[in-house]
């Protein structure tokens, strides 16, 4: 790959075990004399805040063993049922009748379900207008409940058919009895535990190094932006390089686990794949595949009303005014994206002045320093957040694995230029408080008690490990003159409640 027409040479891709005198040498310290002692890295990967490190803001979730995990769900045990049919007599009610039940006569509605009770009153879309209170317990045919129904208060005209065919919905109001010798009537909902299970994964990784490099100092040091950002960090020893690479990598590994992982277990329980020790690989399922049941949204065109649709469907009635804040994770182009979705609706604000020229507000011409002027301007803002009515506040995070140009190979529209398909993708992973705000985040990463952190182990030759720094090993485990580390995790991810989740996809990810 060229990045233009003064770049000497390529970068060079290699892996595993590095010779000193063949890949040191042809890759950076064989090279002609260069200006300035630093050597940019070419397609490094700029590492930003990962999954991981938005997870650990949370408290991890740590188990007594490796065993498979589970846990329940119980939903709301209010609920729609819908109609099979309604009947007067033997006759089925169409759309085109009319006065059902005129003059306090009766007539029956059939469900697929025994959820109503004696005494209650029922509505259905036009809940106000035609109550309907059920007459006695239901009767069965086969796994459908029949109930005898009237019209609940002044109705002489009746009802009409329209409001009682099959797959209209109806819920319960509530059951009135009379002010003196009331009967027992109505009775409580219970909605069952939705059970669900999921299993810890291990990885690992090893990388083997000539016990000669220990002391190998590089004729140009590499420098690594730190995390955090700041001045670039120079490694002048391979090791140190060696070392990064080492953490880098299996930390990248870690967080394409805990999102992208697909549960190799089938449904009777029997796992896919068998390792090199002829045992099986037990994999977990990652946070993808637990969100999958949870609300998808695509679209074409993207606006901010989209993502406020989505948001009302989950918040409405369920979630106070002051826990309505919500953390969207996208990549680059999907934050630009929404910044321009965003200025599209403020633009119209410019009108009555509260954009601009006003000390209330942030500056967005400020001075700077440069050569080309002595009265030099900046100009520039970008919204990352947006107050939706009804105390919805939406956030966005970029996370650098939506831009992952190697991962994720298909582009936006078919178009290169416009980067990848997942970069414009948004997840929402929070979605209020469970237990009634009282801490528990919706995903956690799970661990084992006793193996929290990495575990990290070495094979070393007699002479010198370059990974300890150690020399003249009196108890080597190898005679070859070097030496191999070994790091494994076991980790694993919950959502407790994947309708908690929301995904919003450009078409091009619709499957």
Known sequence: MKLQKFQMYDAKYFKGLISAENHLGAIFQRQPQKIGGN????????????????????????????????????????????????RIG?????????????????????FGEDWFANGDVIVGEKNEVYPLRILGEASFEGTNAVYTVELMGVNPNGMPGEELVSGKRFSKEFSPVESEGSRKVGDLHFASPLAMRNEFSKLRIQHKVYGSMLKRKLVTPIPVTPVNGGKPQL???????????????????KNRLLMFARSNRDEWGNYQNVGQSGNVIKQGAGIREQ??????????????????????QLSESKLGMDNRTFVMKTGERGAVQFHKACQEIASGWNSFGYLGGNAANPAIIQKVASPLHDNSLSFGYQFTEYKAPNGVTIKVEVDPMYDDKVRNKQYKDGDPSKG????????????????????????QIVKIRGYEGDFRGYQSGPFANPFTGAENIQYASTDEDAATVHKMATLGAIVRDPSRCISILPYDLAS
Do not use: C
């Open 291 to 312: 969100m999958e049941v949870s609300y998808t949204h695509f679209y074409s065109t993207f606006k901010l009303k989209v993502i406020e649709d989505a948001l009302y």
């Open 235 to 253: 490694f002048p020893m391979w090791m140190h390089y060696v070392d990064y690479q080492l953490e880098a990598e299996f930390s990248a590994d």
């Open 39 to 86: 050597m940019v890295q070419l397609l490094a990967y700029n590492r930003g805040k990962s999954l991981e490190d938005t997870l650990a803001q949370f408290p991890t979730l740590v188990l007594e063993s490796d065993d498979e995990f589970t846990w329940e769900l119980i939903g709301s045990s209010a609920r729609n049922i819908q109609l099979v049919e309604a």
């Open 90 to 110: 033997a006759t089925t009610i169409a759309s085109t009748d009319f006065n059902i039940g005129a003059g306090g006569s009766s007539f029956k509605l059939v």
């Open 420 to 443: 990848v398909a997942e970069s414009y993708r948004y997840d929402i992973f929070f979605v209020g408080n469970l237990d009634g705000g009282m801490g528990a985040p919706n995903i």
